[in-house]
């Protein structure tokens, strides 16, 4: 029985809709590089590092980088460009009900934890006022491996000296959810997205809905 569990938070998708601007700037790379890809595909890079959707894109392309420096080279410049995106992003742009949900945590004293794969998240967070909330921030400068290895969560549960089957995981991503899985946590899956039907309960987002429901349905098994 689910009690009063620690809450790990993805970033992008979940706390704030940074995944449009990923895509601007991926876009933005495939069109130099002379092809396009869509929204669609887009939906395959959530929760992906970096590293690894670079390569998905480049395959998409059908263009064949192996020179490592080329490949940093283009990373960095995807990255130069989403800056410019997330260094102007405001409190405004956390996703609806989220703050609530995050203050009804902290009332009842549970532990708020980012698990995420982004290097940039401590930007995002400083920007949208929110860094505070966290007991424990676990993003892509502190892990080795990409979703849907489950050490991100693995290493978020441990920070607050948590067991997996003590936290909940919330998710827009199907990477996420599989991650989440794999490491033995209870998963929610946050969004619309048919893709995250693995996960125990699925949500459209944070707006009214409050936590004690969450964890009524995950303890009575519904989805
Ligand atoms: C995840 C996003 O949160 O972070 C992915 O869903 C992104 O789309 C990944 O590729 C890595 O982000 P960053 O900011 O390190 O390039
Ligand atoms: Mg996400």
Not at 159 to 178: L, M, N, S, W
């Amino acid at each position: 029985m689910l009690k009063n569990s620690t809450c790990i938070f993805d970033l992008d998708g979940v706390i704030c809709d940074t995944a449009k601007y990923h895509f601007k700037a991926w876009r933005r790379l495939a069109n130099e590089l002379g092809f396009d890809f869509t929204e669609e595909d887009n939906e395959k890079l959530k929760g992906v590092s970096r590293t690894e959707s670079l390569k998905l894109i480049l395959q998409w392309g059908k263009k064949e980088i192996t020179d490592e420096a080329e490949l940093e080279r283009l990373a960095d410049m995807k990255n130069e460009w989403y800056l410019d995106y997330i260094t102007r992003m405001t409190p405004e742009e956390i996703l609806p009900g989220v703050k609530n949900f995050l203050d009804e945590l902290k009332k009842k004293k549970i532990k708020i934890v980012l698990g995420s794969a982004s290097k940039n998240a401590q930007i995002i967070l400083d920007k949208i006022g929110i860094t505070d909330y966290f007991d424990a921030i676990i993003d892509g400068t502190k892990t080795t491996k990409s979703k849907p290895d489950p050490e991100v969560f693995l290493l978020g549960a441990e920070a607050v000296k948590a067991k997996p089957k003590e936290c909940i995981v919330f998710e827009d991503a199907q990477k996420g959810i599989e991650a989440a899985l794999k490491g033995g946590f209870y998963t929610v899956g946050v969004g619309n997205s048919d893709a995250l039907e693995e996960a125990q309960i699925i949500i459209p987002g944070f707006e009214y809905i409050e936590y004690k429901e969450i964890l009524e349905a995950l303890n009575a098994g519904t989805k």
